[in-house]
């Protein structure tokens, strides 16, 4: 479970959070955990939800939608600072990067046009066959060495676009597997710091209702 005040990942037997110090809801767990599926809500239904008394079933809604939102917020914030950092890295070393790879392109294409005219002369040159086929094995090893680092630049920046792009399919598949547990909710309320309020706010008893807990949220401008 989470701290509905900071957000921190408790262990599902804390009373207290490890990182602010806040009493964590008393509710059972076994109480907490929603059914396997919830079936699609009207609006009808949606309406009553909003000013019934908060009871254990909406209780059990908000602790799972709660969840959901913390688990798609890590992949989203994973994904942002990942995205922030390779375009700082880019924005300061990308240049050079991309020099480098001109340059090791460009003698790489050198290499292999004297390789080639190299095999292309050891019939015809004068010579024993051991010193031309040292010269061409010394050509192979020097061809080599500049792909090896051109392999290095583009793996790294591969890597990188990779890991950030499978943060933001987590955070979609989260979305997308959860669904039916955040359609109680309105779509500007299926935030993690929302949800947080919107459940401190309940155990605290300030909010009675879905409604009044709603309107607390957005007057305290919580995002």
Do not use: W
């Not at 602010?20 to 059972?28: F, L, R, Y």
């Not at 809500?41 to 908060?54: W, Y």
């Not at 989203?76 to 890295?89: C, D, R, S």
């Not at 947080?196 to 957005?218: F, H, K, P, V, W």
């Amino acid at each position: 479970m989470f701290c509905p005040n900071c957000g921190e990942k408790l262990d599902d037997k804390a009373k207290f959070c490890s990182k602010c110090g806040k009493a964590v809801a008393t509710i059972p767990q076994s109480t907490v955990a929603a059914p396997e599926a919830i079936p699609t809500l009207t609006m009808e239904e949606k309406r009553a939800l909003l000013d019934r008394p908060i009871d254990q079933e909406i209780a059990n809604m908000l602790m799972k939608a709660q969840e959901i939102l913390h688990e798609a917020e890590y992949h989203n914030v994973n994904y942002q600072v990942g995205l922030e950092n390779y375009i700082y890295k880019e924005a300061s070393t990308g240049g050079f990067k991309n020099l480098a790879l001109g340059i090791l392109a460009v003698l790489e294409v050198l290499v292999l046009c004297v390789s080639v005219f190299e095999l292309s002369q050891i019939s015809t040159v004068s010579g024993s066959l051991s010193d031309k086929l040292g010269g061409v094995l010394l050509l192979a090893v020097f061809n080599a060495a500049l792909i090896v680092p051109m392999v290095a630049i583009v793996r790294s920046r591969s890597n990188q676009q990779v890991q950030i792009g499978n943060e933001k399919l987590e955070m979609e598949r989260v979305y997308r597997e959860n669904a039916a547990f955040l359609e109680f909710l309105p779509k500007d309320f299926r935030t993690a710091g929302r949800v947080d309020y919107i459940i401190n706010q309940c155990q605290a008893g300030r909010a009675s209702t879905l409604r009044e807990a709603y309107n607390m949220c957005e007057a305290a401008g919580v995002q």
